[in-house]
Structure formats: C-alpha cells, structure tokens
C-alpha cells in the first residue's frame, strides 16, 4: 500500500484518490500521521479488510508533507556508494557504516522552497526506509520484518558547514530547516520486490546530475538496521537516510552548488518524486 500525509492527516493513496484512514476505519485509527507506526501490525491488518472500491478524494500534490513528520531519531548513512565515495575523496571502513544524524527541524514534505544557507549548498538523492517495530539487535536476515516501507529523500547539505574545523560536522550541515525532505508517499514493504534494485535520479533544473540504484550500496538496507540496532534502540517511524550515489556538487571539477532559483528534482524508480526551488533572503547567498 501507499500511504500520504496530506495536510497533516493519513491517507491512503489509490490511483484514483486518497482515502482518509480516520473517516473510513470511524476512528479507530487517529489522523495523526504518527499513529499509524504505534499501531502497525493491526493498522495493516485494517488496511487488508478495507473495500478497495470505496469512495476516495481527489487531492493536490503541494497538499502532500513528510509522510513521517515526527520521527524520534533520524539516522543518515555516509559513503555507502562506491562511486561517491571516490568522488568526494573520503572513505568509509569497509563493512562498518558511517552513520550521523540529521536533525528532525530539517524535515519537509515532498514540494516547496527551501532557503540556501550559503553558497556552499549540495544536493544527494537517497533512499529513506522507515521503520516499523522497535528493533535492537536484529540480525540482517530479521531486518526487513522491522521495515514499513520507503519514501524518496534528499540529504541537502552545506558543505562549508559540513567540512569546517578538523572534525568535520556532518550533522550540522545537513540539519538546516528543509535540508530533508522526504515524500511523496511511503511504499510499505509488501510492494517491493526486495532483491531489485531501485533507480535514483536527481536532476538540478534540466541537468540530470545523479543516476544509480539501490544495489550499489555498499551495506544493504539488512546490514544497515543489524549494525544500528546493535547500538541503538530502533522506534516505529524513525528514518534511515540510506546514502547517496555519485553525481553530488561538491564532486565535480569545478565544484558545483545550488544557487537561488533553482529547481531540484528528486526521483526513485516506483517510489515517486519531489520537486523544491531554492531561494536567498540572506545577502550574498546564491
């Protein structure tokens, strides 16, 4: 299934419209966004029994916002792809992620504008997976029973911010307001065909600037939640920034960042697509 937080309350999204979860199950289930990951097991349980031919809304693209809006921790994974790694001159250990956080007050929904908080400001397409059930030391071959789904994110960084002093400040640079969004809507586990890759795309105005998928990463989504988990406590609705493929700013000779005006596009292969502009209210930024 596919789900949608539109103005703040639950949906579930069918070609044909959006159905409100709180109307249709006579509120057994809150509007709240949130509440669902409380309740998984038997809010999809509810969602098997639903009419697939009930009524539905139409409804506007600009009214869908960050399927997860609250999530209790936002976990980011660092040189997860190859290509990137090389691009930007850094490494990983092999087999041991680099993990930082990127702080709830970046999260947005899947359209809008996002201010540019100096001349430095860089773009990465990733996969964002969300988790369903409280996990802590999952083994890799379990992981995936602790997933609700994934949605499409973008981990805009300042990398003037991100590389300043000698220890640098990852979480820091990508934690401005709006630097993660994520959207347009979470696809639950059940819909994906686990073992094929997903195509990722980000185009910067009409440039297309990134273009992997999934299966180069270098830790899988199963090795991921198995090295957080053995250290940290995993909480229905917290998000995983799953890492990025080559093609970011801070790569390219000459190095290239995003200006006012404009436009990037993020996009995965049945996943979805978000758009946002970027703007400068700050003199000399852009």
């Known amino acids: 299934m596919r789900l949608a937080n539109l103005n703040g309350r639950a949906h579930l999204?069918?070609?044909?419209g959006a159905i409100d979860i709180a109307k249709a199950?006579?509120?057994?289930f809150g509007p709240d966004?949130?509440?669902?990951?409380?309740?998984?097991?038997?809010?999809?349980?509810?969602?098997?029994?639903?009419?697939?031919?009930?009524p539905t809304s139409p409804y506007r693209t600009?009214?869908?916002?960050?399927?997860?809006?609250?999530?209790?921790?936002?976990?980011?994974?660092?040189?997860?792809?190859?290509?990137?790694?090389t691009e930007t001159g850094l490494h990983a250990a092999p087999g041991v992620p680099s993990v930082f956080t990127?702080?709830?007050?970046?999260?947005?929904?899947?359209?809008?504008?996002?201010?540019?908080?100096?001349?430095?400001?860089?773009?990465?397409?990733e996969m964002v997976v969300v988790i369903s059930h409280e996990?802590?030391?999952?083994?890799?071959?379990?992981?995936?029973?602790?997933?609700a789904g994934v949605t499409v994110g973008q981990d805009f960084s300042d990398r003037d911010v991100q590389m300043s002093g000698t220890s640098p400040q990852f979480s820091l640079g990508k934690s401005y307001p709006g630097f993660g969004p994520?959207?347009?809507?979470?696809?639950?586990?059940?819909?994906?065909?686990?073992?094929?890759?997903?195509?990722?795309?980000?185009?910067?105005?009409?440039?297309?600037?990134?273009?992997?998928?999934?299966g180069q990463m270098l830790l899988p989504v199963p090795a991921l939640i198995e090295t957080i988990s053995s250290i940290c406590t995993l909480y229905p609705g917290?998000?995983?920034?799953?890492?990025?493929?080559?093609?970011?700013?801070?790569?390219?000779?000459?190095?290239?960042?995003?200006?006012?005006?404009?436009?990037?596009?993020?996009?995965?292969?049945?996943i979805g697509e978000m758009v946002h502009t970027f703007t400068s209210t700050r003199e000399g930024v852009g």
């Not at 999204?13 to 044909?16: A, N, T, V």
């Not at 998984?40 to 509810?46: I, L, R």
């Not at 970046?106 to 996002?114: A, D, F, K």
């Open 13 to 16: 999204l069918k070609p044909e």
């Open 25 to 28: 199950s006579n509120s057994e």
């Open 33 to 54: 966004p949130m509440d669902l990951f409380t309740r998984w097991p038997e809010f999809c349980a509810w969602a098997e029994r639903i009419d697939p031919t009930g």
């Open 62 to 85: 600009e009214d869908l916002q960050a399927p997860v809006p609250r999530p209790s921790q936002v976990f980011a994974i660092g040189l997860n792809y190859a290509d990137h790694a």
């Open 102 to 125: 990127k702080f709830t007050s970046s999260l947005i929904g899947p359209t809008g504008e996002i201010t540019l908080s100096g001349p430095s400001v860089d773009w990465e397409v």
């Open 135 to 147: 996990a802590r030391n999952v083994a890799a071959t379990n992981a995936w029973q602790h997933v």
């Open 182 to 214: 994520t959207g347009p809507e979470l696809v639950t586990v059940n819909e994906l065909t686990l073992d094929t890759p997903l195509r990722l795309q980000c185009w910067v105005n009409d440039d297309l600037v990134q273009d992997g998928n999934t």
């Open 238 to 270: 917290d998000l995983i920034f799953t890492g990025t493929p080559a093609g970011v700013g801070m790569g390219r000779t000459p190095a290239r960042y995003l200006a006012s005006g404009d436009t990037v596009r993020t996009r995965i292969e049945g």
